[in-house]
């Protein structure tokens, strides 16, 4: 191809060669080509006598297209060069797939300079040529010292840096022009490369209905069709010796002495077994019942609003397709009028319904069961009711106790606060606060002896005085170390001091809030008081108390739902808020919610921390208790259905893996909770015993239950008025 393109002349002569080929008929291609090839190889022949003319000529275009160029580029201005560029360079990817393509069709446009033929160029690339002329002169390689910043100012400042082609034969850069551009986007489109040619030009008919005068073709028949094939005879011969030999076997004639159709099973078992090991029973009817008894017993028979209910329903929907009725003698018994009906029916059901051979896998029932230990294995827990603590004249809806477990605190709705020896169920102390009293809170800290009472609006901070004097003295200075600050504006919480009687009886400070306080709950450390109020609006049901500076505060701007109760976490500082259905966890240094738990109940009751902090149980009002645990999921890791009634109160044990719930059933259910420290295994909840004492009033059970801080023991509190030891 790069000899047949020496001269504008071969160029010219080649194109139109091509454009007669691409016109013309298949069957006249070959010898149009052959043709074709004869004819270029005698003017390459000619051409090659004429090198030097040629050469000169070369040199005089390439002048005449660096001037032209020079002249382009003095003409073009930055402001045609940024619309052009920014079109033609979208025109740059689909010219750069055919690049190969062209410097292949290049040689066609343009004069032979390489004639190193059609060899990879790298052998090249050691030494200072890349080829001989047609004169046997080397080709020195050109001077390319362009590093990438020299082409990205070629690319953003050349005019033609879309169009330049890159020749590996000449190790120059090619600048295509307009035309060349034209032919290869047209390539690209699929079109014909010549615009001229139509490529839908009226075909000429030459076989059509009308009778021709001359034949088209007066061509003579060849010798050949007259005379034997000699490539047919030698294949004959093959045929036959292959034959001969015994490699090629004739067909078999088939015997039809078995006939066409033949059983295709014939072959196989015939026994019983192997034809009837795909066949399935159908299913017996079931055995008549006492219903369908001539006289059934009194119970089975309809009633009339059994009977009315009876018919109103659909007939898919009755449980009895018929009324049973009574009769005192078989013979009396008429004729069964649904007995075609019901054989209809079962024949449908064994023509059409499809039956199916179920594999039935037999299990022992007792594997299915989860293996927990046995509860004696897990002593030592409460089972045995040891002291009952009277004289409560209402309800007590609190209890609570010290952290050295040798007193007890309780409150009751007849507006009375006493204090108990838990040893010999003697009252020590009785305050009257003037109203029912709603929850009680036992301060954690040892060194000091405090106690909050939340009754109606106001938080009472009591010291009973039950306690060594280094520690009355201690809680004394905590609650006088600082002056009392000035009531902030709003509808915040007011502290003040107690007088005269109130001060008497052990009552130190008040807390007054704008609305009915239900639970308080104290900080591990002792210091912040936390009391919580549903019945006021959103933002202010939860307030934090700061008793070394008499200092209340909202933790949060809006809560979502109804407060029920709260709780700190034991170590680090996190705060619990439950409403009706969720709990949300929150940081306090951070001030942003960490998590939130669905309880999945209706109405949260009450709520309890283990003492690890990474787990959470939960009571609610729909019988159910939840266990939390807040490395696995934000759903209950387990519920227990244990309680038949509202649960009231649930509880952990400080050292023990116990864990309590009461109920208004009057039942306190203690359960063994052991929390691992390996991670990936699950907590282990096994109920132990369900302890029984408090007697059912006015529909309220047991409101209350803690546990003993340092023994396995349980205080429950009900509402029968009682408090009840179980050791």
């Not at 069961?369 to 004249?393: A, C, E, M, N, W």
Request: net charge positive.
């Amino acid at each position: 191809m790069k000899a047949m393109m020496i001269c504008p002349t071969v160029r010219t002569a080649f194109i139109q060669v091509w454009r007669i080929l691409g016109a013309t008929p298949r069957r006249g291609r070959r010898r149009r080509r052959n043709h074709m090839v004869m004819m270029v190889k005698m003017m390459m022949m000619k051409m090659m006598l004429k090198g030097n003319r040629v050469n000169s000529c070369r040199r005089r275009r390439r002048r005449r297209e660096v001037k032209v160029k020079k002249r382009r580029k003095q003409m073009s201005t930055n402001t045609t060069l940024q619309t052009r560029r920014s079109e033609e360079f979208n025109s740059l990817d689909r010219l750069s797939t055919c690049s190969v393509w062209f410097l292949m069709f290049s040689d066609v446009l343009q004069d032979i300079r390489n004639t190193v033929g059609n060899i990879p160029m790298e052998w090249y690339k050691d030494f200072p040529h890349i080829g001989y002329d047609l004169d046997g002169k080397k080709i020195y390689k050109p001077i390319r010292n362009k590093d990438e910043l020299d082409d990205f100012l070629d690319k953003m400042e050349n005019p033609d840096y879309w169009r330049t082609v890159h020749d590996k034969q000449t190790e120059s850069d090619i600048v295509l022009s307009d035309e060349q551009v034209e032919l290869v986007k047209r390539l690209q489109r699929g079109q014909f490369g010549d615009v001229n040619f139509n490529e839908y030009q009226p075909s000429v008919e030459f076989f059509s209905n009308e009778v021709m005068l001359h034949p088209v073709t007066n061509r003579p028949a060849d010798k050949r069709s007259f005379i034997p094939s000699l490539t047919e005879k030698e294949k004959v011969s093959k045929l036959v010796h292959a034959i001969k030999m015994g490699w090629i076997k004739p067909r078999r004639v088939e015997d039809d002495s078995r006939g066409r159709y033949y059983d295709l099973w014939a072959t196989e078992d015939s026994s019983i077994l192997a034809q009837h090991k795909m066949h399935l029973p159908a299913p017996k009817i079931p055995l008549p019942g006492h219903q369908e008894s001539y006289n059934p017993p009194p119970e089975y028979l309809f009633t009339d609003e059994e009977r009315t209910l009876w018919e109103q329903q659909d007939p898919s929907d009755r449980k009895l397709p018929f009324v049973p009725k009574k009769f005192s003698s078989l013979r009396q018994v008429p004729a069964f009028p649904r007995f075609i009906h019901e054989r209809f029916e079962r024949c449908l059901d064994l023509y059409l319904c499809p039956r199916q051979r179920k594999m039935r896998v037999n299990v022992n029932p007792e594997d299915l069961i989860p293996k927990l230990p046995k509860p004696k294995d897990l002593q030592p827990f409460p089972t045995t009711q040891s002291l009952v603590y009277r004289g409560h004249s209402s309800l007590v809806r609190s209890i609570s106790v010290s952290p050295s477990g040798q007193w007890l605190a309780s409150g009751s709705d007849d507006g009375s606060v006493r204090f108990w020896e838990v040893c010999s169920s003697r009252c020590m102390k009785t305050v009257q606060v003037g109203g029912a009293v709603k929850s009680i809170a036992w301060n954690p800290n040892p060194s000091v002896c405090l106690i909050a009472v939340a009754l109606d609006t106001v938080v009472l901070i009591l010291s009973p005085s039950l306690a060594d004097k280094q520690v009355v003295s201690a809680s004394e200075r905590l609650l006088a170390g600082q002056q009392e600050e000035e009531p902030s504006e709003g509808a915040g919480p007011v502290w003040s001091e107690a007088e005269g009687e109130e001060l008497n009886q052990g009552i130190r400070l008040k807390i007054q809030h704008p609305k009915a306080v239900h639970q308080v709950a104290w900080h591990a450390k002792g210091d912040y008081l936390a009391s919580v109020m549903p019945d006021h609006s959103s933002h202010l049901q939860v307030f934090i108390h700061q008793l070394s500076r008499r200092r209340s505060q909202n933790p949060f701007r809006k809560n979502k739902g109804l407060v029920q109760c709260v709780s700190f976490h034991p170590v680090r500082p996190y705060f619990f808020v439950a409403t009706q259905r969720s709990v949300r966890i929150y940081n306090l240094v951070k001030q942003e919610m960490t998590k939130k738990l669905q309880a999945n109940s209706k109405w949260i009751s009450s709520m309890a921390v283990h003492p690890g902090g990474d787990h959470v149980i939960c009571g609610s009002y729909d019988c159910r208790l939840s266990w939390f645990d807040l490395d696995l999921s934000t759903k209950p890791y387990k519920m227990l259905r244990h309680h038949k009634k509202a649960v009231r109160g649930v509880a952990y044990h400080r050292s023990y893996p116990l864990f309590a719930s009461a109920s208004d059933d009057g039942s306190v259910i203690v359960c063994h909770g052991t929390v691992y420290n390996d991670l990936l295994q699950n907590p282990l909840i096994v109920p132990v015993k369900v302890l029984r004492g408090h007697v059912i009033t006015h529909d309220l059970g047991v409101l209350d239950v803690t546990f003993h801080p340092t023994q396995p023991w349980i205080f429950s509190s009900g509402a029968d008025a009682t408090i009840r030891l179980f050791t």
